[in-house]
T-cell receptor
């Protein structure tokens, strides 16, 4: 079956450090992936996406890496700030979004 | 602000009742998606409409139905409500009907069944 899983339910980092949130997917035919951030009381907010013909994509302070060989996706956040504290979901879009369970990022001051 | 508007923000009702959740997509988006988010199930896709027509169906119960109107807003109808229907219901929208594009979410409706 299809599933998208995140490795850790909670990640705690020091403010200013880099954060890495991981995600594994099981369907090798997946060709599009998205990362979302969800703050308390809000809906998921689009962060960045990547297509399967790419290995890396960069945004503002964020980088997504895709390793199709091991079916692994990661989100890197540079210089993590308190405002980055949220739940992060990876999602596979084929055509409906299949979400992982989410990783809670806690930023320590 | 994603541009997707959902009303109401909160809804409290009793078992057996019927409610309607409303969603206005981002300007220019033709697809509307509905999701249910509960603590034990995470985010689950319910249904997608594109330009007024149903396009994809997920784990939507028969007691639930949806529609998209000519002005592209959508409504999700939940009937014969049960305690287990308590959850956050999100609407998302995208420009086209295809899979390879971001969906943008509203802030949801929190449904509480007493």
């Amino acid at each position: 079956g299809e599933s998208v899983g995140l490795h850790l339910p909670t990640l705690s980092v020091q403010e200013g450090d880099n954060s890495i949130i991981n995600c594994a997917y099981s369907n090798s035919a997946s060709d599009y992936f998205i990362w979302y951030k969800q703050e308390s009381g809000k809906g998921p907010q689009f962060i960045i996406d990547i297509r399967s013909n790419m290995d890396k994509r960069q945004g503002q302070r964020v980088t997504v890496l895709l390793n199709k060989t091991v079916k692994h996706l990661s989100l890197q956040i540079a210089a993590t700030q308190p405002g980055d504290s949220a739940v992060y979901f990876c999602a596979e879009n084929r055509p409906r979004l299949i979400f992982g369970q989410g990783t809670t990022l806690q930023v320590k001051p | 602000d994603s541009g997707v508007t959902q009303t109401p923000k909160h809804l409290i009702t009793a078992t057996g009742q019927r409610v309607t959740l409303r969603c206005s997509p981002r300007s220019g988006d033709l697809s509307v998606y509905w999701y249910q988010q509960s603590l034990d199930q995470g985010l689950q896709f319910l249904i997608q409409y594109y330009n007024g027509e149903e396009r994809a169906k997920g784990n939507i119960l028969e007691r639930f139905s949806a529609q998209q109107f000519p002005d592209l807003h959508s409504e999700l109808n939940l009937s014969s409500l049960e305690l287990g229907d308590s959850a956050l219901y999100f609407c998302a929208s995208s420009p086209g009907q295809g899979s390879n594009q971001p969906q943008h979410f509203g802030d949801g409706t929190r449904l509480s069944i007493l």
